[in-house]
């Protein structure tokens, strides 16, 4: 019996990436953000308690005391940062800024095919094909890993093949 063709609709970029640096990171939704302005307390995540970080709504967008609503979409951190800074500095003298991630955003993914469990997971952004092949139990025995396409974006125009017995 011929063996039949997995397939991966992975929903973001980053899925087949390897780990981007601090300039390279692209903010995405559900990034929870530790942000500290230098003598305000007031406004800043605190370090004891985790609660107190900014998160990045699915729209993209995420509001911060003094300027409102910032649009992190397509921002690396230092993006992000110059924004709020410059945001900021309408109503601190020289703010001086630190923003970490402290919990990264997730991506959905849809595993369809010779797959044991079909369906959409969400995987912490910057796992890989091989995380969302995992997260849907691996392979069936009539799977054919070497015919798997990752389509990213539902971009039918941007298809990739991958030998998964190469992995």
């Known amino acids: 019996m011929r ?9 973001s970029m980053l899925a087949f990436c390897g ?16 942000i500290y302005v230098v003598g305000h307390p007031d406004i800043s995540s605190t370090r004891a308690n985790n609660d107190s970080s900014y998160t990045v709504r699915p729209d993209g967008k995420m509001n911060f ?3 409102g ?16 800074t ?7 003298i020289n703010p001086n800024i630190t923003v970490n991630v402290a919990k990264l955003g997730t991506t959905r993914v849809f595993v369809l095919g ?3 469990k079909q369906g959409s997971y969400e995987l ?13 139990g691996g392979f069936t025995k009539k799977a054919a890993k070497k015919d ?10 941007n298809v990739r093949k991958l030998h998964l017995n190469d992995y």
């Open 65 to 67: 005391p003094l300027v």
């Open 3 to 11: 063996k039949l063709i997995a397939a991966l609709a992975l929903g």
């Open 19 to 34: 780990v981007a640096t601090a300039e390279e990171y692209y903010m995405t939704p559900g990034d929870q953000l530790q």
């Open 86 to 92: 410059n945001k900021l500095s309408e109503y601190i």
């Open 148 to 157: 798997v396409y990752l389509i990213r974006n539902g971009d039918a125009e």
């Open 114 to 116: 010779e797959v044991t």
């Open 124 to 136: 912490t952004k910057g796992h890989r094909a091989l995380d969302a092949l995992g997260a849907a």
């Open 69 to 84: 609503e910032i649009d992190t979409n397509g921002l690396t951190l230092p993006e992000f940062t110059t924004i709020l």
